[in-house]
C-alpha cells in the first residue's frame, strides 16, 4: 500500500506544491490586529483544503475572542486507533523585509527549497498531513486509521485561547494519539523524535526594608540593605556543585532511563566546540549529568534577573527600601509547577533575612511534557522514521517548553507524537524562512508508513 500512495504523491507532486504556495500566500500573522481579514480567510481556505482531501465535518470554529480553530474529521476505521493531528495556520511577522531575498508572502523555490513565511512553521509541515488524506482516500478509498484535525491560528502568539478550546471540545477531540509536524529533524536525513518538553515555574522575590531609600551615609551599617538580604538568600538556592538545594524541588522527577542516556551520548554535544562557541572558559552544572542531560532532562533554577537601588550612569550612595529578583524553574516529567512553586516559598520563609520582609510572588507555570520512547505509539513512529530514512531517530528533549504539547496530551489523556520534517537552520521566525523539499518528500511517505504501522496495532 505505501507504494501506491508515493506513486500518487509523485504523480501529483507539482499540484500539490502549487496548493502549499496557494496556502503561504496569506499573510496570517496572528499578532497584528491588521491581519485579522487574513486570518479569517486563511482559516476558510484550510477548510475547503480539508474538504477537497476528502475528510469530514469541516468547521471554521470560533474562540473565545480569538482566531479560529479549524476541525475536520474522518471516522471510518472501525477498530483502529484514532489520530488527532494538531497545526497552525498562523505565522510570525515577516519583518524586517528588507532581509528576504524575496517577498515572505510570494513564495519562491530555489535550489529544491521553498521560500515564504510559514514555509517550514507550520503550513509546509500541517499540509503534509492534509494530503497524506488525500493520497489515501483517492487511491484507496479509504485511511488506516481514524484521524481529527485541530488546527489553531494562535501559536505564535502562545495558544491563548486553545487550552479553553480543547477542554471546552474535549469530547469532540477526544483520540487515542496526538500527532504534530511542527518539530525539526536532527540534521539532513537524520530524523528525531522529540519526546519531552521542560514546564516551567517563574516566580519574583521582593525584599523590602526601611520606608524609603535612605543616605548610605547617615544610615549605613545601622539598617537592614535589602540587597545585601537578597544576595544572601539567592545565595542558598544551590550548593557548590549547582545542585537545587531547595527541600522538595526533586520530588516527582523521573530519572533517565539507561537507554535513554544511551540515546544522549550518541549526541551529546561536543565540549570544546560549546566553550569557543560561548566564549566560556568552563562549563558548569549539576555533577553526574552531561550538559545535554543538564540542559534538556533535569529540572533547572535560574535567577534571570535582579533590580534594586539607582540604576543609572554613575553612583547614587544609598541604601535601597526594596530589591527583587525574578526566578525561572525549567521543571521536567512529572514535578507539578504549583508544587515547586510551594517548596521554593518554604525555603523562602526558612532562609530569609529577620530584618527584612520577603515575598515570593507566583508569575506563570507550565507543565512538564513527556511521552516515553518505548510507548508503542513512539515505537510505530521511529520505525517509520527508520523506513524511510534509512536510518533510526535520535531521541531528544527540549530544554524549553510547547505548552499547548502538555495540554493536549494531558486534557485528551493520550500521548503524543511530534513528528518533525523540518530542518535546524531553516530561518523560522526569521527573513528567507524556507522549508527544504526533499523533507515535503520523505515526510509524506513518513506519515503514511506511520499511519500504516497504527493500523497494525
Known amino acids: 500500500m505505501i507504494e501506491t ?69 474522518w471516522q471510518h476505521a472501525e477498530g483502529r486507533p484514532t489520530v488527532l493531528i494538531y497545526g497552525h495556520y498562523d505565522v510570525q511577522p515577516a519583518e524586517p523585509l528588507e532581509l528576504w531575498t524575496t517577498p515572505p508572502f510570494e513564495p519562491d523555490i530555489r535550489d529544491g527549497k521553498l521560500y515564504a513565511r510559514g514555509s517550514t512553521d507550520d503550513k509546509g509541515q500541517l499540509l503534509l498531513h492534509v494530503k497524506a488524506v488525500e493520497a489515501f482516500l483517492r487511491t484507496t478509498g479509504s485511511l488506516p486509521v481514524n484521524v481529527k484535525f485541530c488546527i489553531e491560528g494562535e501559536e505564535e502568539i502562545a495558544s491563548r485561547h486553545l487550552p479553553a478550546f480543547v477542554e471546552q471540545h474535549r469530547e469532540l477531540l477526544a483520540a487515542d494519539i496526538v500527532t504534530l509536524s511542527d518539530t525539526s529533524l536532527h540534521g539532513p536525513d537524520q530524523p528525531a523524535l522529540m519526546y519531552g518538553l521542560r514546564g516551567l515555574a517563574g516566580v519574583e522575590l521582593v525584599v523590602e526594608g526601611a520606608s524609603s531609600d535612605l543616605h548610605s551615609g547617615l544610615y549605613g551599617g545601622g539598617v537592614p540593605n535589602p540587597l545585601h538580604a537578597l544576595t544572601q538568600l539567592l545565595a542558598t538556592f544551590h550548593d557548590e556543585s549547582g ?64 533590580s534594586g537601588g539607582f540604576q543609572g550612569e554613575g553612583i547614587k550612595p544609598i541604601i535601597p527600601r526594596q530589591a527583587s ?3 525561572a524553574c525549567r521543571l521536567v516529567a512529572a514535578q507539578v509547577p504549583e508544587r515547586v512553586m510551594d517548596a521554593l516559598e518554604a525555603h523562602v520563609q526558612r532562609h530569609a533575612p529577620a530584618a527584612v520582609r520577603v515575598e515570593l510572588k507566583r508569575l ?14 513512539m515505537v510505530a513512529a521511529a520505525a517509520a522514521y527508520a523506513e524511510e530514512y534509512g536510518v ?43 522549508f527544504h523539499l526533499r523533507n515535503w518528500d520523505k515526510g509524506l511517505s513518513t506519515i503514511s508508513r506511520y499511519w500504516l504501522k497504527l493500523a497494525e496495532g
Open 5 to 73: 500512495v508515493n506513486a500518487y504523491f509523485q504523480q501529483h507532486r507539482q499540484r500539490h506544491l502549487e496548493e502549499l504556495k496557494q496556502f503561504l500566500r496569506f499573510p496570517s500573522v496572528s499578532a497584528l490586529s491588521e491581519h485579522t481579514g487574513d486570518m479569517t480567510r486563511c482559516a476558510e481556505w484550510l477548510a475547503a483544503a480539508l474538504r477537497e482531501a476528502g475528510l469530514e465535518h469541516v468547521a471554521v470554529m470560533p474562540t473565545e475572542g480569538g482566531h479560529p480553530v479549524v476541525y475536520a474529521d
Open 243 to 306: 545542585r537545587v538545594a531547595v527541600d522538595g524541588f526533586y520530588d516527582g522527577v523521573l530519572e533517565l532511563s539507561e537507554r535513554e542516556r544511551t540515546a544522549f551520548r550518541q549526541i551529546e554535544p561536543e565540549e570544546s566546540r560549546l566553550l569557543d562557541e560561548l566564549g566560556l572558559d568552563a562549563l558548569f552544572g549539576e555533577a553526574g549529568y552531561s550538559y545535554l542531560e543538564r540542559t534538556t532532562a533535569r529540572p533547572t533554577l535560574e535567577i534571570t534577573s535582579l
Open 325 to 327: 529578583a525574578k526566578i
Open 364 to 377: 506563570l507555570t507550565g507543565n512538564p511534557f513527556l511521552t516515553p520512547i518505548d510507548h508503542p505509539t
Open 392 to 434: 533510526e531517530p535520535v531521541y531528544l528533549r527540549s530544554g524549553g517548553s510547547i505548552p499547548i504539547v502538555e495540554v493536549l496530551g494531558r486534557v485528551l489523556d493520550a500521548p503524543v507524537v511530534m513528528l518533525g520534517f523540518g530542518l535546524p537552520g531553516e530561518n523560522l521566525h526569521a527573513p528567507n524562512e524556507h
